[in-house]
């Protein structure tokens, strides 16, 4: 029998909070390792239970999300704690402090239950997710100032195909969806992403979208910029 995955809820809303746990509790492969209401405990908490997967309010009291997602990455005794940031509102500056301190994934609270699940599970199996409003957001907020060169300083020197994938990544397509964009497979483009992540120093997927359009490698639309 396969290992349930140990979540925690974070969110400052009672209610809110109890509606996450009924989903996950009632979900087979997942288990609620605790719940917090603010970002200190919650940080008490995950250091506690270290949990498998984090799902972590944004504007909360005594302590917010963010500081409380920097918190938990930096400890290495949580290094293997997925964070999945979730937030009533849309794009912000609290979108670019949650994946620059840590978070793997950026969920607005109206994701359908289906979606939030299957974030769980994406986040544990060491990959990053945004909702598809968040990812084009994220993507335009890039792309409305675009560096006026290339920082190619910041970038190291990426074979062909592994500035496709970025390219497509940065586009916010799955590995199922960049595979069959190259027509290779999946296992093929989870490899390339491992090498990217590697050779750009970045912690997660999500990581690699804001350095390509960061570093102007990419600008709307995913074209490639000139150096």
């Known amino acids: 029998m396969t290992t349930p995955l140990r979540v925690v809820v974070v969110d400052d809303q009672e209610l809110v909070r109890a509606g996450f746990v009924a989903l996950l509790s009632a979900t087979p492969d997942l288990e609620v390792a605790g719940e917090a209401g603010q970002g200190e405990?919650?940080?008490?908490?995950?250091?506690?239970?270290?949990?498998?997967?984090?799902?972590?309010?944004?504007?909360?009291?005594?302590?917010?999300?963010?500081?409380?997602?920097?918190?938990?990455?930096?400890?290495?005794?949580?290094?293997?704690?997925?964070?999945?940031?979730?937030?009533?509102?849309?794009?912000?500056?609290?979108?670019?402090g949650a994946l620059r301190a840590g978070a793997v994934g950026f969920l607005l609270k109206d994701t359908p239950p289906a979606d939030l699940l299957r974030a769980v599970r994406v986040a544990a199996d060491g990959d990053a997710l945004l909702s598809p409003s968040i990812a084009r957001r994220l993507i335009d907020a890039f792309a409305v100032t675009p560096p006026a060169t290339v920082d190619t300083g910041g970038l190291p020197e990426l074979t062909e195909r592994e500035a496709d994938v970025l390219r497509l990544v940065a586009q916010?397509?799955?590995?199922?969806?960049?595979?069959?964009?190259?027509?290779?497979?999946?296992?093929?483009v989870k490899t390339y992403v491992s090498r990217l992540l590697t050779k750009l120093d970045a912690a997660t997927r999500v990581h690699l979208v804001i350095h390509a359009y960061e570093s102007g490698l990419v600008t709307r639309g995913g074209e490639r910029r000139p150096a």
Not at 78 to 87: D, E, G, P, R, S
Not at 175 to 181: L, P, Q, S, T, Y
């Open 172 to 188: 916010g397509l799955s590995n199922v969806e960049i595979a069959e964009r190259l027509y290779i497979g999946a296992a093929t």
């Open 41 to 96: 405990e919650a940080v008490r908490l995950v250091r506690a239970t270290r949990p498998d997967v984090v799902l972590m309010d944004v504007r909360m009291p005594v302590l917010d999300g963010i500081e409380a997602t920097r918190r938990i990455t930096a400890d290495p005794a949580c290094a293997q704690t997925k964070i999945v940031v979730l937030t009533t509102f849309g794009l912000d500056e609290y979108v670019f």
